[in-house]
């Protein structure tokens, strides 16, 4: 099914020796992707978690193509325009947090929050050496992202650029496993313990961890951090890259575990997965802290597509889209649950989870991680199903586009269903 090598091409986290050469596609729509030899595919993992309603979307299409009859691109920081301060309006409003920063993807948006928090301190004349994070975290592959994720093969080579950070072990759970209560409370024991050195900020994945394996916990553990996080006079940063835009069954995840953060770093699902676009939400109070007559108070940073007027447009289509939709979002763990039931008495089937869009489950081995060939060959079989997945090692799951009938999601099932009993 795989077309080849491009000689000028360079594949993000690909190992070229190992890895099957990339599909060629043509198009997508709604959920499915066309190759370029007319095979279809289900894209059961939203494309990396960033097509939110489905690929090809009308109304963000046509949204982008107006707005780039206006104005496709403007320096942001001398003028100000339309679709920026809608769409700051919009998330600011829904979010309760005042002030919208723009930068260009995830992991930009993660180094912004984390600058803002630290700088915060700073200006205060108070500075904060301590970030807290917590075990198996992603927050991206920029270095001030990746200092802050868990240390993994992914990270090794960078080591020594890396800054330190304390951790705090994620006491996850799942159906298996509903009552994690005894790794909770040494989670937050040895949260109080760290955050006993001042510290400038928490940064979370609210709910689930992605990356490091569909990793969920219960709102009750976060909203224990967030207690002690607010006791310690610390900064709260959610990154919603991947929980935000209904992803957990809410708008955001951080409404699902009813906590406030200060800072919330959001992507992916922002433009409907359609453009590359970060944004960091900050509240008044921290805004108000870079005010000063003092320019070295200044936030000094930058990118050059900050507030992309084509990306805003295309987020503000979305938001629309999502709202006027929300039973899509809001009904799909319901549409999950079952499906996932059924699966959970496979013998190759444990801790089996699902919250809102994302339904996982680990593959019985006995040596689970990223490395596990597992994932590969339920991939494979599940391609030749007409089903595209990209598990983590030994993690298989399913994050699709908010479009997916009820036939497809069920022909994803069954894939997957099909793989685990073929599996060697
Ligand atoms: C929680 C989280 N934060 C940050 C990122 C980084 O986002 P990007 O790949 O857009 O840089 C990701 C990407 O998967 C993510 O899942």
Same mark, same amino acid.
């Given at each position: 099914m795989n077309g080849s090598w491009h000689p000028h091409l360079w594949h993000p986290t690909t190992q070229v020796c190992t890895a099957p050469?990339?599909?060629?596609?043509?198009?997508?729509?709604?959920?499915?992707?066309? /190759?370029?030899?007319?095979?279809?595919?289900?894209?059961?993992?939203?494309?990396?978690?960033?097509?939110?309603?489905?690929?090809?979307?009308?109304?963000?299409?046509?949204?982008?193509?107006?707005?780039?009859?206006?104005?496709?691109?403007?320096?942001?920081?001398?003028?100000?325009?339309?679709?920026?301060?809608? /769409?700051?309006t919009a998330l600011s409003e829904r979010s309760g947090l005042e002030r919208l920063f723009f930068s260009d993807n995830g992991s930009t948006a993660v180094e912004v929050a984390l600058k803002i928090a630290w700088q915060w301190w700073h200006n205060r004349g108070e500075p904060r050496q301590r970030l807290i994070a917590f075990a198996g975290a992603y927050h991206g592959d920029t270095v001030g992202a990746m200092a802050v994720g868990a240390r993994s093969l992914f990270t090794a080579a960078y080591d020594p650029l890396l800054f330190d950070v304390a951790r705090v072990d994620w006491p996850q759970c799942s159906w298996d496993d509903p009552e994690p209560l005894a790794r909770e409370s040494a989670a937050l024991a040895a949260l109080e313990q760290a955050l006993a050195t001042p510290t400038a900020a928490v940064i979370l994945e609210p709910l689930i961890q992605g990356a490091s394996g569909m990793a969920m916990v219960r709102p009750a553990f976060l909203q224990a951090v967030q207690r002690r996080v607010r006791a310690a006079g610390a900064l709260l940063i959610a990154d919603e890259v991947m929980t935000g835009f209904g992803r957990t069954g809410h708008l955001f995840a951080c409404q699902r575990a009813g906590i406030a953060p200060d800072l919330m770093a959001l992507s992916k699902g922002l433009t409907g997965g359609f453009l590359p676009m970060g944004v960091t939400l900050?509240?008044?109070?921290?805004?108000?802290?870079?005010?000063?007559?003092?320019?070295?108070?200044?936030?000094?940073?930058?990118?050059?597509?900050?507030?992309?007027?084509?990306?805003?447009?295309?987020?503000?289509?979305? /938001?629309?889209?999502?709202?006027?939709?929300?039973?899509?979002?809001?009904?799909?763990?319901?549409?999950?649950?079952?499906?996932?039931?059924?699966?959970?008495?496979?013998?190759?089937?444990?801790?089996?989870?699902?919250?809102?869009?994302?339904?996982?489950?680990?593959?019985?081995?006995?040596?689970?991680?990223? /490395?596990?060939?597992?994932?590969?060959?339920?991939?494979?079989?599940?391609?030749?199903?007409?089903?595209?997945?990209?598990?983590?090692?030994?993690?298989?799951?399913?994050?699709?586009?908010?479009?997916?009938?009820?036939?497809?999601?069920?022909?994803?099932?069954?894939?997957?269903?099909?793989?685990?009993?073929?599996?060697?």
């Open positions: 050469s990339p599909l060629p596609v043509r198009s997508g729509r709604g959920a499915v992707l066309e /190759l370029a030899d007319g095979r279809q595919l289900i894209d059961a993992i939203s494309s990396w978690w960033v097509t939110l309603h489905g690929h090809g979307e009308p109304a963000i299409a046509a949204a982008i193509g107006r707005q780039a009859q206006d104005l496709e691109q403007v320096i942001f920081a001398n003028f100000s325009h339309a679709p920026a301060e809608k /769409l700051a900050a509240s008044e109070r921290l805004y108000q802290g870079f005010i000063s007559a003092d320019p070295s108070a200044t936030f000094f940073h930058g990118h050059s597509f900050t507030a992309n007027p084509l990306g805003c447009a295309a987020a503000l289509a979305s /938001l629309e889209l999502l709202e006027a939709r929300a039973e899509r979002y809001q009904g799909f763990e319901g549409r999950h649950r079952p499906l996932l039931e059924g699966l959970r008495c496979h013998p190759r089937v444990r801790r089996a989870r699902c919250l809102g869009t994302v339904a996982a489950f680990d593959v019985a081995v006995t040596q689970p991680g990223y /490395l596990n060939g597992v994932g590969l060959e339920i991939q494979r079989h599940c391609l030749e199903a007409g089903v595209y997945l990209r598990p983590l090692g030994h993690v298989v799951y399913l994050l699709p586009p908010l479009c997916l009938s009820d036939d497809q999601l069920e022909r994803c099932y069954t894939a997957i269903s099909r793989a685990l009993d073929a599996l060697s």
